[in-house]
């Protein structure tokens, strides 16, 4: 049957496997810098979208003042590093101990927070950050049309990935890392200093989002102050629905919903285009009514234990 | 009643009636603030009656505000005015429009089926399960208002509808949340889920049906919010993102800074929340304090309301009340230091 297809519709399909396969690696990226900080801390940072976000105003400056490209690049990694490192010292440091329904509370008024200086500081309209535009045009590849970005993406999706498992099994912050997020307290009793822990996991998590900045500024240029917001809200349900107990099931719901929106995208028909939200969270409902403990999370989850 | 359960539930009504007695003298400019501002205490006790008392987190509620808006403003808008704004309205809804109570108690009762719908299937989740399932319902709900004209106006402000919520009816709907979650929270099914939110494993040890208490308290409170969403409608034209994610995080902040656990500490909250920001806002418009000008950019309002609210987080993450209901004793520690 497949044969019988005109070759256009096969063309087309192909076009938006590869673009939700860009899509879930960029929100697989932004879900293992959500995911390592959730396993040191316990707190789901609702503030990661404005660190992209502040990365790519850093993007926007440089290209306005014509910096060099390394040079934009630098300060954008400088700027979301700095802001990272503060929000751990000033927000989470504190609030540590309290319950995890104070942090998420706090973490979404730090986000409101960002957005309004943002919005006081450079207004609603929006900055252009064009300094890695040629990236947007395309390349064939078997008769398929695809952007350089989508690649480039996918390629530092999979470099960051590597490193970062690299990181965590080879070296010893890494060990001290996953004995972190396993059980906070017996590893801090076995000789792992906390603050080194949670300072290399903040900033690793920096790190990603940078990326993520960078990848995102060019595929859509315009900063505004709610840049990322979006993607931060999708990305979070992916990693709830992927499971936040481990890493791997994080990043892979982080992974799967990025996909999954970008196949709905490509499916659904335009007169229902505008619903896609509606469907997306609907998925994302039906899924943790089933699996509750996460898609990809083995065992029960800690609702059994008492 | 007892002097304890008196203090408890007229605090709550005498700081409500105070807000509403200031706007009454206030000049008519200033007197929108404390409309808004009773409104905002309306729907923040709505909240509290799910989230205070189960301890569980939702970021769904303004869903429920906003069906309640929905339901309130298409069945007030003037019949002859329906077609020029709302053209593809469903025939029922276009043939039919009822009078301000009825909206209002429309408004609920859509708000309090809607919960129960959707909490059904959803309060056997904890956790930030749950946050991450109630925050997908405000996605949808939001979604699907915007987009779908048959039930409303889409995109469109709710223009034409009776401004109907006036300090009066603002002040009388606050009142009777604060009275309803007040009896509920003194009721069986109060007490029992306050067991939940405390130890859910012992609650559920002496026979206590964890997802029925929530159940209940879900529908108790989407129906307040639902209503809560009707005196909206009726002071503004309210559009889809009017009821969307600024004032889930804004009545969210209003509960925790106010102290998340107490009735009390949901009306302090919203109250100290809406007049700050009101204050501000005016002071963007140029403000004569005591002969000093004080004309702040645009914008700065948003700014300090997000910094006080992370200050008061990572500061005194109760709240200002302590989440401790109000009480015309002094607390127990400061007594014992006292006859020290």
Known sequence: MTASLPPAVLSIDWQVLVDAVGLGAVYALMAVGIGLVFGVL?????????????GAYALAFASQWDWPLWAGVALCFAVVIALSLAMDRVVFRPLRTQSPAVMLVATFSVA???????????????????????????????????????????????????????????TTVGLHMRAAAMDFRTSRLLGVRADRVIGSAVLVS?????AVAVILTVQNPLVTPDFALRDTIVVLAGVVVGGMNRLLSATLGGFAIGFVSGLLGGALPTDQSQYLPSFLFGLVILVLLVRPGGLFSRGHGPMERV | MSPRSLAQLGGPVLLVLVAALLGGVASSSTEVYFINALVGVSIVVALYAFVGNSGVLSFGHI??????AWAAGVLSVPRAEKPAIMQYLFPFLRDHTVGNISSLAIAAGVGGVYALLVGLPLMRLSGLTAGIATFGVLEITHNVLRYYEKIGPGSNAFSSVPETTGLWQAAIGAVAAVVVVFAYQSSRFGRLLRATREDAAAARAVGVSVYRQRLVSFTLSGALAGFAGGLYVHLLPITTETVYLDLTFITLAMLVIGGMTSLWGAVVGALAVSGLDSLLAQAENGLDVGGLLVDLPAGTRLVVVGTLMAAVLILRPSGITGGRELSLRLPRRRREQEAA
Not at chain 1, 42 to 54: D, P
Not at chain 1, 206 to 210: K, Q
């Open chain 1, 112 to 170: 409101f927070l960002l957005q309004s200086v943002a919005l006081l500081a450079f207004g609603p309209l929006g900055k252009a950050a064009s300094s890695l535009g040629y990236l947007n045009r395309p390349v064939t590849i078997g008769g398929v049309d695809i952007r350089k970005i989508t690649l480039v993406a996918i390629v530092i999706a999979v470099v960051c990935l590597v490193a970062l498992v690299l990181l965590l099994e080879r």
């Open chain 1, 206 to 210: 920096a790190l990603l989002a940078a």
């Open chain 2, 63 to 68: 869903s429920f505000v906003a069906v309640g």
């Open chain 1, 42 to 54: 316990r707190l789901v940072n609702f503030a990661y979208g404005q660190l992209i976000m502040a």
